[in-house]
C-alpha cells in the first residue's frame, strides 16, 4: 500500500516524540541503578565490608593441653596420649555407607562402633567432623591415611586423650575427666569458652575436678578463612593456647599402691599422713574402678556394675564416708578429761560391765567387766565403763571442743569429691538438729565414739597425726602446681599439756604392744618399728532383744551390711611418731582382727618404704604373713606397663 | 511495496557495506564482552578453563554472524519477519514436548551441537515481527481496538508459551519489548494506562490466589517474591542470594578489593557467580568505579541505537533499532535490579557479560539486525 506523505511524516514524528519519551524513561531507570549502586557501594561500604569479613573469617579455639598430675616421687598419674582417630565430614560424601563399609575393611571395627557411627553422622550438622573410629593404632591410621584418596570425606586425626597410667590406685583421689555436659554448664559458674567445645573434657571428680582452674589451661585461637559451605580454605593467624598447670600430689605411689592391694576384697578405707607435714602420702578406698573406663566413655553395662555393688566402689570413702569412730575416739574422751582436771591418769574406776544411769543399763564391751582401771589400762583394754564415768564428770561440751581441737567435726581442705565434715555433736546441735534435749545417755554414748559422733577416715588419720604430735596437723594433697610448691599449713601446737599426751600415747603403746592390749596380736617385733594405736568397734546398731533371744550375738551371725564396722588408728615409730594412719573396714566385725593387721601392714609399708619385711612380724604370724603378702597384687611403680585392672 | 521507495543507488552494497557498520557500537560491545572474559577468569579462581575460553569462543562466532546478518538487507528482514516469529513460537512449543529440563526448568532443546533456548530467540523475532506489523498498519488505524488486539495476540502467544516452561523472567522481558514496540508506534496512550491498571489488577490476583487451589505461579515463584520484598527474613535460606549479593556489592566500595581479590565469590558465598550474579563479583573487585563504568557502556551501546533509531526514516528499521535497544536495556537493568535488590530474582543474565551460549549468540543476532537496519538506512 502506497502511503501518503503526511501519514509519513506523522509517523515519524509520532516515532521519535515516543522514542525520546521511553529514552527518558530508561535514563531515569538507569539513574536510579546508578543511585542503587552508589548507596550500596559508598554509604553502605563499610557496613557490608564487616559483613563480608564475618562471612570469611571464622575464630576456632585451640584447646590447651590438660596439665599432668604427678604423685610426690614425680611418677605421672594422669596424662595426656596421642589418640589417633578417623573423622568423616558427611557433606563431602555422596554416600558415606559406602565409605564406612571401606573403612571397617581396613580397620577393625564393631558392629555397635558402626551402628553408633551411623547415629552420629545422622545426628550432626553436615559440616562438622564426626569421629567414627577412635583410639586406633598407629598402623591402622596409617592404612587409613594411606588409602585416603580412595575413601572422599575421611580425616585421619591425631588428637590428645586423658590416660591414668596408675589405674585404679588413684580412681579416687586423682579421678577422673568426662565430656562436659548441659548438668556441668548449668552448675558451675564459668565464661571459658572452651566448655563451649562440644565433648570438651572437664574434671569429673576428685583432684581433676576440684583443681579444674589450673589444669585445663588457657584456650588459643585460630583464625581461619572459609568458603561458603564452612570449610577452610586457610589460616589467617594463631594465638597458640597454654597448657594447664602441672600437679604435684603428696600421694606416694609406691605406698598407695600397697595401701589399694591390701584393702581389696574389702569394703574398707585407709589414710596415711606424714605426722610433720600434715602431707597425705596415701588416701586409699577399696573396692575402686579403672578411671581410663570413663574417659572413654563407659559402657552401661560397666556402670551399672559399678553402681549396683553393695561395696560401692565409686565412693571415695576415705574421705567421704562417715563412720561412728567407737572406741578409736576414746584418746579425746581421755584428754578432755584430764585437760579438764577431772581425773588423774592414776586414778582407777571400776568396771563392773555396766553403768546404771537413769534406770538404763551403759554397757561395756566385755560383759564381766574390766576391773579397776587407771587411763592407760582403760585405753589398753579399751574398757567402756571408765569412759562412761569420765563423759558424766567432763560433759559433751568439754568432750567435743577436745574434738575439734583434734580436728574431728570439720571439713579438712583437701581437692576432693564430697569431703564430709563429720559430725562431733554438742548441746546446741541438738537442740537445733533434733530438736531435743541433750541427755546424759548421749554424752555417754559419745564418750566410745557412739551416738551422734561421725568421723571419716581422713578426720581420725589427722586426730592420731595429732595426738602423735600435739601439733595442729593439716592435711595437705597437693604438692605443688606449676613448681610452686604449696605452703604447709598448721603446725603449731595444740597447747595441750605434754605430760597429758604422753599418757595417753603410753595407753596407745599399750595397746599395740602390751600383752592384754587389744592390738597386741598385731604387735611389730621390731623395735624401730612398732606403732601406738587403738582399736575399735563401732556398732551399725544395737543387738535387738528378739534376736538376743534367738541366740544372735555374734556379728558374724548377722547379713553383712548390719555387722559392725571395724577400725584401727595408729602411728608409727612408737618413740618419734612418723606417720599416722586410720583403717576403716565398713561391716568388718572387730577393729582388732579386721582392722588392726591392715594398718600394721600399712604402716610397715609406709615407714620402710617397700613391702613389709617379715622380720617385723611375731615369728609365729611369719608363715601366714608371707603367704597373704605374696598374694597382693604389687606392681613396680618404676613399670611403664599399666596395671591389670583391680576388682 | 514500501522498500521500492528507497533509492536502492544510494545503500552500500557489497562489501563496502562493511564500512558503514555502526562501528562504534561493535567497539562497545567488545568492551563490555572483554568485562565479561575478565570477570569469568576471576571467578574461576584465575583459569580460562570453565568459562572465559568457551565465552570467548562465542563471542567470536556471535560477532561473525552480527557482521552476516548485518549484511543481508533489512527489507528482506523484514519480509521474512512473520516467519521468524512463526518458527521461534513453533520453537517455544517443540520445547513444550522434546524439551530438556535444565535447573527445575524446560528451557532448551538439544540440538547436538548446541543447546537452543526458543525463549531467547523469541524476545528478538517479536521485535522483528512487531516492527514489520507497524511498518505495514496505517498510522490511522493504529489505535483501533481491532489493530491493537491482534498485536496484543502476538505478544501474549510467546508469552504464554514462556511462562508455561515456567520461566517469568523471559515472559516478562517479552511484555515490555512488546509494550515498548506498540508505544514507540504510537498506540494510544489510554490503552497502555488500561493494562498497567490491569497489571495491579493482576498483581494483586497472584497474591490473592496464592494458597489456593487456582493458583497463578508456582511456589518457587512465590518464595522469590517473598524474599525479594524482605531479604532478611531468610538470611540462609531463600533470601541468601540477595543477602550475599548485596555482601559482595557492598564490601567492593569505592575502588573494589582488587581483581580477583574479592572474597565473596572467590569463596563461593555469591550463587550464581557465573552466570546471573556476575555484576556482583565485578562490584566486588572493582567498586563503584567499576560498576559504573560497565553500566556507562551499556547506557553507549543504548545511546547509538536511539541515533540510530532516530536518524533513521525507515518506520520498520526505526523500530526494529529502538526494540532491539529496548531489549538490551530490560536486559542490563533488570539483572542489575535484580543483584542490587531492587527487583525480584527472576533469572535474567547481564548481557554480554554473564556466561551462556545462547544469550550472547542472540543478542548479538539481534544486533545484527540492527546493524542491517544501520548499514541499509535510507540516505
Given at each position: 500500500m502506497k502511503r501518503s506523505a503526511k501519514d509519513v511524516e506523522e509517523s515519524a514524528s509520532i516515532l521519535s516524540r515516543r522514542g525520546l519519551i521511553l529514552g527518558g524513561g530508561m535514563s531515569v531507570m538507569t539513574g536510579i541503578l546508578a543511585l542503587r549502586m552508589r548507596h550500596l557501594q559508598v554509604n553502605q561500604a563499610d557496613q557490608f565490608r564487616l559483613l563480608a569479613e564475618e562471612n570469611r573469617i571464622n575464630i576456632r579455639l585451640l584447646p590447651p593441653a590438660r596439665g599432668q598430675i604427678f604423685d610426690r616421687n614425680g611418677l605421672m598419674l594422669a596424662g595426656n596420649e596421642q589418640n589417633y582417630r578417623v573423622t568423616l565430614?558427611?557433606?563431602?560424601?555422596?554416600?558415606p555407607e559406602a565409605v564406612l563399609q571401606a573403612i571397617a575393611r581396613l580397620i577393625p571395627m564393631t558392629r555397635e562402633d558402626m551402628d553408633h557411627a551411623r547415629e552420629e553422622l545422622r545426628k550432626r550438622s553436615r559440616l562438622v567432623p564426626v569421629t567414627i573410629a577412635d583410639r586406633l593404632s598407629w598402623e591402622d591410621l596409617s592404612q587409613v591415611a594411606v588409602n585416603a584418596p580412595a575413601l572422599p570425606g575421611i580425616t585421619p586425626e591425631v588428637g590428645l586423650s586423658r590416660t591414668y597410667p596408675r589405674g585404679a590406685d588413684y580412681a579416687h583421689i586423682v579421678g577422673y575427666v568426662g565430656p562436659v555436659s548441659d548438668y556441668d554448664l548449668s552448675r558451675i559458674d564459668d565464661k571459658d569458652p572452651l566448655l563451649q567445645i562440644p565433648k570438651f573434657q572437664i574434671g569429673k571428680t576428685g583432684s581433676e575436678n576440684k583443681l579444674e582452674r589450673a589444669l585445663r589451661g588457657k584456650a588459643g585461637t585460630k583464625r581461619v578463612e572459609v568458603n561458603a559451605i564452612g570449610r577452610v580454605m586457610r589460616e589467617l593467624g594463631r594465638d597458640e593456647s597454654q597448657k594447664g598447670a602441672n600437679v604435684q600430689l603428696t600421694i606416694d605411689t609406691r605406698l598407695q599402691n600397697f595401701v589399694q592391694a591390701r584393702l581389696a576384697g574389702e569394703s574398707a578405707a585407709a589414710v596415711v599422713i606424714d605426722v610433720e607435714t600434715g602431707d597425705l602420702v596415701s588416701i586409699g578406698s577399696a573396692p575402686a574402678f579403672d578411671p581410663n573406663l570413663f574417659v572413654r566413655g563407659i559402657s552401661v553395662k560397666d556402670y551399672g556394675e559399678l553402681t549396683g555393688n553393695k561395696y560401692r566402689p565409686l565412693a571415695n570413702k576415705a574421705v567421704q564416708g562417715t563412720y561412728p569412730p567407737g572406741s578409736t575416739f576414746k584418746m579425746v574422751t581421755a584428754l578432755a578429761g584430764l585437760e579438764a582436771g577431772v581425773i588423774a591418769p592414776d586414778e582407777k574406776i571400776r568396771c563392773g560391765g555396766y553403768t546404771e544411769l537413769a534406770s538404763r543399763r551403759f554397757h561395756c564391751w566385755k560383759r564381766g567387766g574390766h576391773g579397776r582401771m587407771n587411763l592407760r589400762d582403760s585405753l589398753k583394754q579399751s574398757c567402756d565403763v571408765y569412759y562412761y564415768e569420765l563423759a558424766q564428770r567432763v560433759g559433751i561440751e568439754n568432750i567435743s571442743a577436745m574434738a575439734r581441737r583434734l580436728g574431728l567435726g570439720m571439713r579438712h581442705d583437701v581437692p576432693m569429691s564430697a569431703v564430709a565434715g563429720g559430725l562431733m555433736p554438742t548441746k546446741a546441735w541438738k537442740k537445733e538438729n533434733r530438736d531435743k534435749d541433750w541427755v546424759i545417755g548421749d554424752s555417754l554414748n559419745a564418750s566410745i565414739g557412739q551416738g551422734f559422733v561421725l568421723a571419716s577416715p581422713l578426720q581420725l588419720a589427722v586426730m592420731t597425726a595429732r595426738i602423735a604430735t600435739g601439733r595442729s596437723v593439716t592435711p595437705r594433697l597437693v604438692k605443688s602446681v606449676d613448681g610452686v610448691e604449696t605452703p604447709l599449713e598448721g603446725g603449731e601446737?595444740?597447747?595441750?599439756?605434754e605430760e597429758m599426751l604422753r599418757q595417753v600415747r603410753g595407753g596407745m603403746f599399750a595397746v599395740a604392744n602390751?600383752?592384754?592390749?587389744?592390738?597386741a596380736a598385731t604387735r611389730i617385733v621390731d623395735k624401730s618399728l612398732r606403732m601406738a594405736g587403738k582399736t575399735g568397734t563401732s556398732q551399725v546398731r544395737n543387738i535387738t532383744k528378739a534376736e538376743r533371744a534367738r541366740g544372735v550375738f555374734r556379728n558374724s551371725d548377722l547379713p553383712w551390711e548390719r555387722r559392725d564396722h571395724a577400725l584401727y588408728v595408729g602411728y608409727a615409730p612408737a618413740d618419734a611418731p612418723k606417720y599416722a594412719v586410720a583403717v576403716v573396714v565398713e561391716h568388718g566385725g572387730g577393729g582388732s582382727t579386721a582392722a588392726a593387721p591392715i594398718a600394721r601392714d600399712i604402716m610397715l609399708a609406709a615407714q620402710v618404704d617397700g613391702m613389709p619385711p617379715?622380720?617385723?612380724?611375731p615369728s609365729s604370724q611369719r608363715g601366714r604373713i608371707r603367704s597373704s603378702l605374696g598374694k597382693l597384687n604389687i606392681w613396680d611403680p618404676d613399670d611403664p606397663r599399666p596395671p591389670e585392672t583391680q576388682a | 511495496m514500501s522498500y521500492l521507495a528507497y533509492n536502492v543507488k544510494s545503500v552500500p552494497s557489497g562489501f563496502s557495506k562493511v564500512l558503514h557498520l555502526n562501528w562504534p557500537v561493535i567497539v562497545l560491545l567488545s568492551a563490555i564482552a572483554s568485562v565479561g572474559f575478565l570477570m569469568l577468569y576471576s571467578v574461576a579462581g584465575g583459569s580460562m578453563s570453565p568459562w572465559a575460553e568457551p565465552q570467548m569462543k562465542r563471542f567470536a562466532v556471535g560477532m561473525f554472524l552480527m557482521i552476516c546478518v548485518a549484511m543481508v538487507p533489512v527489507w528482506f528482514l523484514r519480509n521474512i519477519a512473520g516467519v521468524a516469529y512463526g518458527l521461534s513460537v513453533l520453537l517455544l512449543l517443540a520445547v513444550e514436548f522434546f524439551g530438556a529440563t535444565g535447573m527445575g526448568a524446560q528451557r532448551w532443546i538439544d540440538l547436538g551441537f548446541m543447546r537452543l533456548q526458543p525463549s531467547e530467540l523469541t524476545k528478538i523475532t517479536l521485535i522483528m515481527f512487531l516492527a514489520a506489523y507497524y511498518d505495514w498498519v496505517d498510522i490511522k488505524k493504529i489505535s483501533r481496538p481491532i489493530w491493537v488486539i491482534i498485536p496484543v495476540v502476538i505478544i501474549a502467544l510467546p508469552m504464554y508459551l514462556t511462562l508455561r516452561q515456567p520461566d517469568l523472567g523471559t515472559s516478562l522481558l517479552l511484555a515490555f519489548g512488546g509494550g515498548g514496540i506498540m508505544f514507540l508506534a504510537g498506540v494510544h496512550w489510554a490503552y497502555f494506562a488500561a493494562v498497567i491498571g490491569g497489571a495491579a489488577g493482576l498483581v494483586s490476583a497472584v497474591f490473592e490466589s496464592r494458597g489456593t487451589t487456582w493458583q497463578l505461579l508456582k511456589d518457587y515463584q512465590y518464595r522469590r517474591i517473598d524474599t525479594f520484598i524482605d531479604p532478611a527474613s531468610d538470611p540462609l535460606g531463600a533470601g541468601y542470594h540477595i543477602t550475599q549479593s548485596k555482601i559482595a556489592l557492598g564490601s567492593g566500595?569505592?575502588?573494589?578489593?582488587?581483581?580477583?581479590?574479592?572474597t565473596q565469590s572467590r569463596l563461593n558465598f555469591l550463587p550464581e557467580k557465573h552466570t546471573d550474579f556476575i555484576f556482583t563479583t565485578l562490584a566486588e573487585e572493582f567498586g563503584f568505579i567499576g560498576g559504573i563504568s560497565l553500566l556507562s557502556l551499556y547506557v553507549l551501546v543504548l545511546v547509538f541505537c536511539v541515533i540510530s533509531a532516530l536518524s533513521n526514516k525507515n518506520r520498520f528499521a526505526s523500530l526494529l533499532t529502538m526494540g532491539i535497544g529496548l531489549t538490551f536495556f530490560l536486559f542490563f537493568a533488570v539483572n542489575m535490579s535484580m543483584v542490587m535488590g531492587l527487583a525480584p530474582v527472576v533469572g535474567v543474565p547481564l548481557p554480554m557479560?554473564?556466561?551462556?551460549?545462547s544469550a550472547m549468540i542472540v543478542l548479538l543476532l539481534a544486533f545484527g539486525l540492527m546493524q542491517s537496519a544501520h548499514v541499509h538506512r535510507p540516505r
Open positions: 565430614v558427611r557433606d563431602e560424601v555422596d554416600d601446737p595444740l597447747g595441750l599439756d602390751e600383752g592384754g592390749g587389744t592390738g617379715l622380720s617385723a612380724y | 566500595g569505592w575502588t573494589g578489593r582488587g581483581y580477583m581479590q574479592g557479560v554473564s556466561y551462556g551460549g
